[in-house]
């Protein structure tokens, strides 16, 4: 669809060109096959684009030894499809020149644990980092300057062509997640998987997967085992519903890991937590268990506060997580507690952040939790659909950290347009341009950017059934997220950004990602 020359698309921002001046650069033909480092998303902190190119050849091979071999053996696997290439890894430590693709992790303080450089010329490909988690992301990189064909899951005709040049790359801020709420609807291990797949390719880091609410509970407890048997057993509408087993989580943990993508389990409570109440009448107040609950109202249910067994409930449950969990995070959730006291509700989540600290995890919540005292390694993740929050502000002030998933920015569940088919109106619309026209460093008023963590862009599933529901509200404003947590604040531009974004689109095709084709991206075809 789109009538931009690719000439055009690479003039962006960030772009220089190498041994040329501005006038020579525009003249030089860039060859067909080749990406332009101005497609990539997100934009890297320097990139600057030569004139050769390199061509990936079928007998190339990969040098990845020590450190960068598991990476290695992953660039060569998303590879093989496409080129139909037998791509093999070198695991010895020393690249041979022979082996044009080289990945070496090396000390470089100066790129962190995330940052990488790539370096392109006519005979190699070499990616450095400083950690292991910087290659993969480099590799995020690469895959992206090659053509969107080497996305297809069949081999396809080539030729694998890369322009020269060098990238230079790092994150600004550390939390880049997305969140999946597996708890109104059910979504199986595979699903799970295919969306750490589409999530890592825009180097998010985290994904904060919703375990419990009122409709289910989604993950085998030993100690209290009717929370998945029967707490487990619908959904909302109605549906079977289902739950994964420690072996499965575990599974997903470890798939994730493989990708560099932390998991971060969630127990949504003292709130959103029929589905325990209606499992075990102890949790209740009053000692009877209600019904389970497949609607979508929120704020009718909580856990009591008063009980001592609530507590030991809670012990175990995170005891069980955090045996499961490598990650440093528990959710512990906490929105919309609207038939908890605010009294009760302060003393609850004070409670519940030291059980998470007993078991070595870090606690974060929804801001909500911002009112109750809490530990200072305590984080809150931000939901509210106005910058300005009192309680908010307080609480940086004393120095909690926030991750910022603004409603009316971030939510993934929002519709595009009132004539989206699927998703939620009620925090607004958000079109492709409004989910990247903000600053996560200057969104919160009144508090200093050096406590915002970074992004996440939640999925609630009320109205999301399959992975291609997922994928339809995930893209492109996932990868507007994840540009807005990984890029340098001065390559923001929706003008040059739109075109970036506009390269991902045969990507997603290649891939079957079902994308929102939104009229304000000049899609490439
Ligand atoms: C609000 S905001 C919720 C969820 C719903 C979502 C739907 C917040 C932390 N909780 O319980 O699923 O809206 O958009």
């Given at each position: 669809?789109?009538?931009?020359?690719?000439?055009?698309?690479?003039?962006?921002?960030?772009?220089?060109?190498?041994?040329t001046?501005?006038?020579?650069?525009?003249?030089?033909?860039?060859?067909?096959k080749?990406?332009?480092?101005?497609?990539?998303?997100?934009?890297?902190?320097?990139?600057?684009?030569?004139?050769?190119?390199?061509?990936?050849?079928?007998?190339a091979?990969?040098?990845?030894?020590g450190?960068?071999?598991?990476?290695?053996?992953?660039?060569?696997?998303?590879?093989?499809p496409?080129?139909?290439?037998?791509?093999?890894?070198?695991?010895?430590?020393?690249a041979?020149?022979?082996?044009?693709?080289q990945?070496?992790v090396?000390?470089?303080a100066?790129?962190?644990d995330?940052?990488?450089?790539?370096?392109?010329?006519?005979?190699?490909?070499v990616?450095?980092?400083?950690?292991?988690?910087?290659?993969f992301?480099?590799?995020?990189?690469?895959?992206?300057?090659?053509?969107a064909?080497i996305?297809?899951?069949?081999?396809q005709p080539?030729?694998?062509?890369?322009?020269?040049?060098k990238?230079?790359?790092h994150?600004?801020?550390?939390?880049?997640?997305?969140?999946?709420d597996?708890?109104?609807?059910?979504?199986?291990v595979d699903?799970?998987?295919?969306?750490?797949?589409?999530?890592?390719?825009?180097?998010v880091?985290?994904l904060?997967?919703?375990?419990s609410?009122?409709?289910?509970?989604?993950?085998?407890?030993?100690?209290?085992?009717?929370?998945?048997t029967?707490?487990g057993?619908?959904?909302?509408?109605?549906?079977?519903g289902g739950?994964?087993?420690?072996?499965?989580?575990?599974?997903?943990?470890?798939?994730?890991?493989?990708?560099?993508?932390t998991?971060?389990?969630e127990?949504?409570m003292?709130?959103h937590?029929?589905?325990?109440?209606?499992?075990?009448?102890?949790?209740?107040?009053?000692?009877?268990?209600?019904?389970?609950?497949?609607g979508?109202?929120?704020?009718f249910?909580?856990l009591?506060?008063?009980?001592?067994?609530t507590?030991?409930f809670l012990?175990?449950?995170i005891?069980?997580?955090?045996?499961?969990?490598?990650?440093?995070?528990?959710?512990?959730?906490?929105?919309?507690?609207?038939?908890?006291?605010?009294?009760?509700?302060?003393t609850?989540?004070?409670k519940?952040?030291?059980?998470?600290?007993?078991?070595?995890?870090?606690?974060?919540?929804?801001?909500?939790i911002?009112?109750?005292a809490?530990?200072?390694s305590?984080?809150?993740?931000?939901?509210?659909?106005?910058?300005?929050?009192?309680?908010?502000q307080?609480?940086?002030?004393?120095?909690?950290?926030?991750?910022l998933?603004p409603a009316?920015?971030?939510?993934?569940?929002?519709?595009?347009?009132?004539?989206?088919?699927?998703?939620q109106?009620w925090?607004?619309l958000i079109?492709?341009?409004?989910?990247?026209?903000?600053?996560?460093g200057?969104?919160l008023?009144?508090?200093?950017?050096?406590?915002?963590?970074?992004?996440?862009?939640?999925?609630?599933?009320?109205?999301?059934?399959?992975?291609?529901?997922?994928q339809?509200?995930?893209?492109p404003?996932l990868?507007e997220?994840?540009?807005?947590?990984?890029?340098?604040?001065?390559t923001?531009?929706?003008?040059?950004?739109?075109n970036r974004?506009a390269?991902?689109?045969?990507?997603?095709?290649?891939?079957?990602?079902?994308?929102?084709?939104?009229?304000?991206?000049?899609?490439?075809k």
């Open positions: 669809m789109s009538t931009i020359p690719r000439r055009l698309v690479v003039a962006a921002a960030a772009i220089t060109m190498l041994g001046t501005g006038a020579a650069a525009q003249a030089a033909p860039v060859k067909p080749a990406v332009p480092y101005a497609s990539v998303v997100p934009a890297p902190a320097s990139a600057t684009q030569a004139s050769s190119t390199f061509t990936l050849g079928s007998g091979r990969i040098a990845a030894g450190q960068a071999a598991s990476v290695g053996d992953y660039l060569a696997g998303v590879l093989r496409a080129t139909g290439f037998a791509l093999p890894v070198d695991h010895s430590f020393i041979r020149a022979v082996d044009p693709i990945l070496t090396a000390p470089n100066s790129l962190g995330e940052g990488y450089q790539l370096t392109v010329n006519g005979a190699s490909v990616l450095t980092a400083n950690k292991p988690a910087g290659l992301e480099g590799v995020q990189t690469l895959r992206q300057l090659l053509p064909s996305d297809a899951s069949t081999k080539g030729p694998w062509t890369i322009q020269g040049g990238i230079s790359d994150p600004r801020f550390g939390y880049r997640g997305a969140m999946l597996v708890a109104r609807h059910f979504f199986g699903t799970v998987k295919t969306y750490i797949d589409e999530i890592a390719r825009y180097k880091n985290t904060h997967l919703h375990l609410d009122d409709q289910g509970w989604r993950l085998q407890i030993n100690s209290w085992p009717r929370l998945a029967y707490g057993s619908t959904e909302v509408g109605g549906g079977a739950y994964y087993t420690q072996a499965q989580y575990k599974d997903i943990v470890a798939y994730a890991a493989s990708r560099y993508i998991i971060i389990p127990i949504d003292p709130g937590t029929n589905a325990a109440l209606a499992s075990y009448a102890e949790l209740n107040c009053n000692g009877v268990a209600p019904p389970l609950y497949t979508t109202d929120v704020g249910s909580t009591c506060v008063s009980k001592d067994v507590y030991k012990d175990d449950v005891g069980e997580i955090a045996a499961l969990t490598p990650g440093p995070y528990i959710h512990i959730g906490g929105d919309e507690s609207q038939s908890t006291t605010d009294t009760d509700y302060k609850f989540v004070g519940v952040q030291q059980i998470v600290a007993n078991h070595g995890k870090i606690a974060i919540g929804w801001h909500d911002s009112k109750a809490l530990l200072p305590t984080i809150g993740q931000y939901w509210d659909t106005t910058p300005t929050n009192a309680a908010v307080a609480a940086a002030k004393k120095g909690t950290h926030f991750v998933s009316n920015l971030a939510y993934l569940d929002m519709k595009y347009t009132s004539s989206t088919p699927l998703g109106d925090a607004g079109e492709a341009k409004t989910a990247y026209n903000w600053d996560p200057k969104y008023t009144g508090v200093d950017a050096n406590v915002v963590n970074g992004v996440e862009g939640p999925l609630w599933t009320e109205t999301i059934v399959k992975l291609a529901d997922i339809y509200m995930a893209f404003r990868a997220l994840a540009e807005l947590g990984w890029s340098q604040a001065a923001h531009d929706w003008n040059t950004f739109k974004l390269a991902q689109g045969p990507r997603w095709k290649a891939q079957g990602v079902n994308f929102y084709a939104s009229p304000q991206v000049p899609w490439v």
